[in-house]
């Protein structure tokens, strides 16, 4: 089973699955992330500090998603393990949706057409939806070029709409509750899920 964890920046995610880790240790769950589960991350990584053009950086997060399936994803689902995704797929969808637009047209759609080759599709993920003041006041300190309140606002809109067209994969969670109860409703909902 492979369940992804997916929201704006400062919204919880990497909190909610180290709780994960610690509240599901009985199923042994993989725990992995995007950008940055292989040697590609760190290109990925060089591009977001250099303000790399959007193109360039797209394809490097492509090429860490394609890393990222066949080292990791792939061999771990092959082998019956349960999958927890720190971002994933859609983080491309809902952010370089935003980051392409108006360099040609319906980039969304271009980045489904190109993954749809060599991509597996989560079985469930949950989005972590903060309004984005919040966000911004818990990432404080360091900022990537994305953590800009703007760019998250239509973030958050590409992931809503996504969340909204595929009601049977998403799961909304509310990240304004305390880390511990965002924690207990996901771990809940993946025992759920996984007992059925
Ligand atoms: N439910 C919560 N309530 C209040 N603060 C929280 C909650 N969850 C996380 N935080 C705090 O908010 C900040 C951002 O959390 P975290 O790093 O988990 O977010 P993230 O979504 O992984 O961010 P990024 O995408 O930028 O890596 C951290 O300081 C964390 O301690
Ligand atoms: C996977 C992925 C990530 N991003 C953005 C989102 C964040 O601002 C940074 C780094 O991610 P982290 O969770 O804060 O470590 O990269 C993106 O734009 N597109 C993607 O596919």
Redesign the pocket.
């Known amino acids: 089973m492979l369940i992804t964890i997916e929201g704006i920046?400062g919204s919880g995610k990497s909190t909610l699955v180290a709780g994960l880790e610690r509240a599901l240790a009985d199923l042994s769950p993989l725990i992995t992330r995007?950008?940055g589960a292989t040697w590609v991350g760190e290109a990925v990584r060089r591009s977001?500090a250099e303000n790399t053009d959007p193109i360039t950086e797209c394809l490097l997060?492509v090429a860490d998603h394609a890393a990222h399936l066949a080292h990791v994803v792939r061999p771990a689902l092959e082998a019956g393990r349960i999958v927890i995704s720190d971002?994933y797929s859609d983080?491309?969808y809902a952010?370089?949706g935003v980051t392409l637009d108006g360099l040609f047209p319906d980039p969304v759609g271009w980045l489904r057409r190109i993954h749809e080759p060599f991509t597996i599709s989560p079985d469930l993920t949950f989005l972590c939806v903060l309004p984005v003041d919040e966000a911004e006041t818990r990432l404080k300190t360091h900022r990537?070029h994305?953590?800009n309140g703007c760019v998250l606002e239509q973030v958050q809109r590409n992931y809503l709409s996504f969340a909204e067209a595929e009601p049977g994969r998403f799961v909304l969670v509310d990240a304004m509750l305390p880390a511990p109860d965002v924690c207990g409703f996901v771990a809940d909902e993946i025992r759920r899920r996984v007992c059925d």
């Open positions: 920046d995007e950008p977001i997060f971002r983080s491309r952010y370089q990537e994305f953590e």
